[in-house]
């Protein structure tokens, strides 16, 4: 498929005459063509527009052609072939294995909520039946269930440049929730997304989607991205990315007429916690597992552990020294962007610039990236916020001689998390045990001996958390949860059958109602 | 009990010694003693500390005993007896048997929060088992559950002085999810928050609680709650009130160094459709309910219907001539207090101002109170957005000789609300079909052939809707969906059985597990 460099509206491609981008190959820093024009306000009104007039006829088709609608997109997916992952690989340097395991990933997810939808559990009907006898008052008839929030605005991520993108978990759960979706691709990617959302297109034209109900959108500036998420078509937002940009979005949809809904997962250091039996026993391999995480992808994951704490001493030489030894023997891609590996100099130089830490790092990539770990002690930690601050990309901060008394006060001041882990022998649980009731108010996962990279897609994950994590920590962006970022609850009173909407019938049998009770008068 | 004007910080009682204010009688204007002196910033600091203190060990005293805080507290509000009951109608002008039925209704609201604490449905615990053997990588062991999000501000309302306020529905379902909760008494009815404030105390003492689950601010000015929203311990806001309120809460919060979620029910105006043959058949009795439900607690619910719409000509005349003969016959008491009486007068006359309306009156309440009907053409309704705005008190809307066809395009323009509501003999189903598929995009609850002031306490219930009706569509203040607003999905990867937290344990039984299925690699 050639390259065209077009946005794509509904089921049309249309050239953008705003001021046009282009991917660029970060290990060459060469600008790639195609280039894409950014769409006019216009464009963008069509979208959102088309994806308004799709939302009632969409609805209507069913769960069960949603469930077409994303395996179909699975399938077009996969016949992109190496030509997906040979310009995802260009755009964003990352390795081709990865991105096949990406893009397993991404179809695996497309499928898991083709496979919901039909099921049609995220509905979660219920159904108080009428108490015409009650008193002081009867009871009407009461049906409940869950339908799409409307037409939902995507923002692609820059690190997973297809599972967290224009086919990612934002756009699979909307569709498979009813909803149509207009992407903003994310700059980094641009061709990327062209293959995907053209892939998108043909699998809505295959399956007879009303048009609209998937529009991508290109613009090189923030401009593009403003305009969506204030456009009076759009009901919610799905976001992954910095914390700036997700603030940024989060404000304009709360100063809209009409506010909506905003899931932006955005920033979180994934503190480690190690604790003495652990550390005494296994030194070497917790600093290997640990390196191996926070420098998987050039450290270019949400759940990056940037942050761990040494609960102890016995061990700390050992693991200090393996740390040492194989962080030189990492090898680190560039990162996906410019942009990025400038924040992350930036960041990594005043990091080791601070008082008290001593910096360990890794040969030097090409666009001068180098892994890095900066140890220090617990004062020195405590004493400085900026410690907490992420540093997208391959560095950490390590936490030294700290006691698991001490911890208490600085889990007070640490901020919010996507994950948290702990690392312990059987002999630790019992000091690990009131640290676990902390961390679970700060976190949305919590781990046992294991390394937060890696967020199975599954019914129990959870990839979300307190504020700076997530906009909103009652939601998660991974998993079959994820559905319920862009649905809402609607009650049928009396309502005769023939005017309650297709999909509620389609999953309000009595086998699959909850317990029902007594109600109380109102 | 002698009321005593103080703020119930924990288990103790305390003055507050910034400005005081007292409830004030509609009926004769006269204020009541005694007076409450507002809290002052160190006050709340100290409930928003002893709620976050309380915070863990409240979560790990267990569902059971967050049931047994729940009924101890109905029964300590029904020990209250006409007490309550009195002072309640001294400072709202609401009779005494309304007011058993909200007693009622709260009181049964808390212990159906109890019995829901007690079967956990809320938790929703989901358990994917690990996966060893599968390829590429193996599955880890991911267990879900939700728990409480942490402390939560309430802020109880003028119109439901017991249900929607100290001791309402936000109250008890942020319990009842274990959260410790601040409540902000409603300046209106400050002697019945303070006997209700009292029961909770009585209750948490008698159950053994720890100090800080519930504490009761007052403050005379808009600062305390301002405060509230803004503190670092105050994790999620529960709000009933005006537009301008919701909004306020929802800005501060938005604008803390660490965002936190808001569910603000706000302003609807309810819209009534009567199709065609409904208004042929039955003019009449319609218009006759339509009366009834719109001045029932002096038009002073939420779900009031402020908003009816005559699809068709047959019968207007009929309807118009019951409606004024009923309204003429209805007696308004005064409003809940002279702030709301005063903008009920305000919005009534500028309605009554606008161009084209007609107006229909009752009879005049001590406090100048007027239930009054503004009748228009579909035309004047179209032109003026102000005909949307609720006018919280006995008016409503009607707008006459309307055609089904018409309204599409003005369903594009109306807002969010909490319900709507269809008015169809048989012949009518087909034409309100389509109408009933926008009307769910738009509003919580859809009626048919009712009225929706009454709200059911159940399973089913969703009080919530889009923007303005509320701040987010995806929740709803009443019923056991209600819980969900104060919860959080927190997941466990591979952790052993003695650091799961007692709330998941509780409820993870194997029988209670969903279904299931493969995970797809990460």
Redesign the interface.
């Known amino acids: 498929m050639g390259l065209r460099g077009e946005n794509l509206l509904g089921l049309r491609a249309v050239r953008g005459t705003r001021a046009a981008l282009q991917g660029v190959d970060p290990v060459s820093g060469q600008s790639l063509l195609p280039a894409y024009g950014g769409a006019t306000r216009e464009q963008l009104d069509q979208a959102c527009e088309l994806a308004w007039n799709a ?2 006829p969409y ?2 088709l069913g769960a069960a052609a949603h469930a077409r609608l994303l395996e179909s997109i699975a399938a077009h997916i996969e016949d992109l072939g190496e030509e997906l992952i040979d310009r995802a690989a260009l755009e964003t340097a990352l390795d081709a294995a990865r991105l096949r ?1 990406e893009r ?2 991404t179809t ?2 497309l499928r ?1 909520f083709a ?1 919901l939808a039909r099921e049609g ?1 995220h509905v979660e009907p ?3 039946p009428a108490l015409p006898g009650r008193t ?2 009867p ?2 008839d ?3 269930g869950h ?1 799409g ?2 037409p939902v605005a995507v923002f692609g991520a820059s690190n997973f440049p297809l599972a967290f993108s224009v086919a990612g978990g934002d756009t699979a759960s909307a569709l498979a929730a009813g909803c149509p979706v207009v992407v903003k691709a994310h700059n980094a990617h641009p061709g990327t997304s062209e293959l995907v959302g053209r892939a998108v297109q043909a699998a809505a034209r295959e399956t007879g989607m009303p048009d609209g109900v998937f529009s991508l959108l290109y613009g090189a500036d923030e401009q593009i991205g403003a305009w969506l998420v204030a456009h009076p078509r759009i ?1 919610a937002v799905g976001f992954t990315g910095s914390r700036a940009g997700g603030d940024a979005l ?2 304009i949809a ?1 100063s809209r007429a ?4 905003v899931f932006a997962e955005m920033s979180s250091v994934n503190p480690v916690f190690v604790f003495p039996g652990a550390l005494r026993e296994r030194a070497g391999a917790i600093a290997s597992g640990f390196v191996q995480s926070m420098t998987l992808g050039s450290g270019q994951f949400c759940t990056k552990p940037g942050l761990l704490f040494l609960l102890g001493d016995e061990g700390t030489e050992e693991f200090l020294a393996t740390l040492e030894r194989q962080l030189q023997a990492t090898r680190t891609a560039p990162l996906l962007s410019a942009g990025i590996a400038a924040r992350y100099r930036q960041a990594t130089q005043q990091a080791g610039a601070r008082a008290g830490s001593r910096s360990l790092g890794a040969a030097i990539a090409s666009d001068g990236t180098q892994a890095q770990v900066v140890v220090l002690g617990l004062r020195e930690f405590a004493d400085q916020p900026a410690w907490q601050e992420e540093m997208f990309g391959p560095a950490a901060v390590v936490v030294r001689g700290a006691r698991v008394a001490e911890l208490a006060p600085l889990l007070e001041g640490l ?2 998390q996507l994950t948290a882990t ?1 690392v ?1 022998e059987p002999g630790d ?1 019992a000091a ?2 009131p640290l ?3 961390l ?2 700060l ?8 390394w937060p990279t ?9 990839h ?1 958390g ?3 994590a997530c ?6 962006s991974v998993g079959t ?1 994820a559905i ?2 862009f ?10 059958d ?2 309650l ?1 297709g999909w509620l019938h389609e999953t309000s049998s009595p086998a699959q109602a ?4 007594e ?4």
Do not use: K
């Open positions: 939302w009632a609805r209507e395991g397993a990933r695996a997810q898991l496979q559990r219920r159904h108080d002081p008052q009871r009407p009461l049906r409940m339908m929030i409307g009901q989060a404000r709360g009409r506010p909506i809904p901020a919010g702990v312990v649980h690990a045990r676990m009731r902390m679970e108010t976190a949305g996962r919590l781990l046992m001996n294991g890696g967020v199975e897609v599954c019914e129990a994950m959870v979300g307190p504020y700076p906009s909103d920590p009652r939601f998660s949860l319920r970022r649905l809402r609850p609607v009650c049928y009173q009396n309502m005769a023939d005017l909407p909850p317990t029902e009770q109600g109380t008068p109102a």
